[in-house]
């Protein structure tokens, strides 16, 4: 018995080992780079044209402090620009922060025409918590070709609450057979505002594209 016991201990330190975590990242709370373009550079556009075998075509991207930068309402901040697809291709596109375990992007999304000049903006209460998401929703318009994502200042070092509820089952055994026990529990996780971070992008194909 003391035997097997001890072999059930290395093998689960193997195992314990062996496993893996995701880093955890903080918020980024300041951003004070002073090479900033005053415009930002199309060239370089992300694609968001979806895959012809995709309802739903998923694309996650960073937002870093050592990339591209821009200069907007006299503040500096990174920045990401998209080329939105065809509206024909499109019945609507999501765009904004995924959440990190610890932070979320604080997302600015600009429409802009293909000479680059702002077709919409959209203000803060457009922006939706959603599963996994901070993000705003919109259909391209036929003046629409880039969608430029950079940071809203304002809610930097603010931060996010939200309670995660989850349960847990415990099989007991006894001499009569097992049973489950099932206990659950709360907890309250914060991400901080931040000027760095994963971007995500959704885009949403009609229903009778081919």
Wanted: some cysteine; aromatic content about 8%; overall charge negative.
């Amino acid at each position: 018995m003391k035997k097997a016991t001890l072999l059930l201990a290395a093998a689960s330190a193997a195992l314990a080992g062996c496993a893996t975590t995701t880093p955890s990242y903080p918020a980024t709370l300041s951003f004070d780079r002073t090479d900033c373009a005053d415009a930002p550079e199309m060239v370089t556009a992300v694609s968001l044209t979806p895959d012809k075998d995709k309802k739903i075509w998923v694309l996650d991207n960073e937002l870093s402090a050592s990339g591209p930068c821009l200069v907007r309402n006299g503040s500096s901040a990174p920045y990401m620009v998209y080329a939105l697809p065809d509206p024909s291709r499109a019945k609507m596109v999501e765009l904004g922060a995924a959440l990190d375990f610890a932070r979320v992007v604080s997302p600015q999304v600009v429409l802009l025409d293909a000479d680059g000049v702002e077709t919409r903006a959209f203000t803060r209460d457009q922006y939706m918590f959603r599963p996994g998401l901070l993000s705003v929703q919109f259909v391209p318009q036929e003046n629409e070709r880039y969608a430029l994502v950079t940071v809203d200042p304002e809610p930097i070092g603010e931060s996010h609450d939200t309670i995660v509820a989850g349960t847990a089952t415990t099989t007991i055994y006894t001499g009569f057979g097992a049973s489950n026990w099932r206990s659950g529990h709360e907890a309250m996780m914060s991400r901080g505002f931040s000027y760095e971070g994963p971007i995500r992008a959704l885009v949403y194909r009609p229903d009778d594209a081919n």
